[in-house]
């Protein structure tokens, strides 16, 4: 599965980005779709995700309430739509890929990962 995120850049703080990962190589509609973040100097985090039927999605508690993840089975996109986005937010943002995944808030579960997009949150 081959994951290339878009959709980063530099954004004043309470702006707004939507990323977007466009999935290519397999059954887009059976993988379990993530986003992970890592800021300079820390580790990558869970922020987001949803599961393979689109029932049911799960944010990490920093981002509830501002970020909504969705995806485009038709397109093979999942996406991160960002509001009221904060300087705290900047890091390079993934998205991972899990078969049959259900909400999985672990990195260890995701095999497929893309490159990364930055997201730069300026005060």
């Known amino acids: 599965v081959q994951l290339p995120a878009s959709g980063g850049g530099l954004v004043q703080a309470p702006g707004s980005l939507r990323l977007s990962c466009a999935a290519s190589?397999?059954?887009?509609?059976?993988?379990?779709m993530g986003w992970f973040r890592q800021a300079p100097g820390k580790e990558r985090d869970f922020v987001a995700t949803i599961s393979w039927s689109e029932i049911m999605t799960y944010y990490a508690d920093s981002v509830k309430g501002r970020f909504t993840i969705s995806r485009d089975n038709n397109k093979n996109t999942v996406y991160l739509q960002m509001n009221s986005l904060k300087p705290e937010d900047t890091a390079v943002y993934y998205c991972a890929a899990q078969y049959k995944g259900v909400t999985n808030t672990a990195q260890d579960g995701y095999p497929y990962w893309g490159q990364g997009t930055q997201v730069t949150v300026s005060s």
């Open positions: 190589g397999r059954i887009f509609s059976d993988y379990g």
